[in-house]
């Protein structure tokens, strides 16, 4: 069973909805491109892609910059986890 929170914002301005909505966008390709690093690692080499690997293959990372770096890494440690 899966389990989701849905949050409502009340009174939030056009311009503060379209920047969640980008940031929410760009979290979700920087967890897309972590989950393709560990799948393609490990179909290359057999084992697991760590954080700390994943994370420098990932720190130059157009999705990477454009979210505040707790935010970020916050997201590859998730992926770390969750695999």
Do not use: W
Request: aromatic share 12%.
């Amino acid at each position: 069973m899966h389990l989701t929170v849905k949050q409502q914002v009340k009174h939030l301005s056009k311009e503060g909805y379209k920047t969640i909505k980008e940031l929410c966008h760009i979290a979700k390709n920087l967890a897309n491109e972590a989950i393709y690093n560990v799948r393609q690692y490990y179909f290359a080499e057999g084992e697991f892609l760590k954080y700390e690997k994943n994370y420098t293959l990932l720190k130059n990372s157009p999705n990477y910059k454009l979210l505040n770096s707790n935010m970020a890494q916050q997201i590859l440690k998730e992926v770390d986890g969750s695999f």
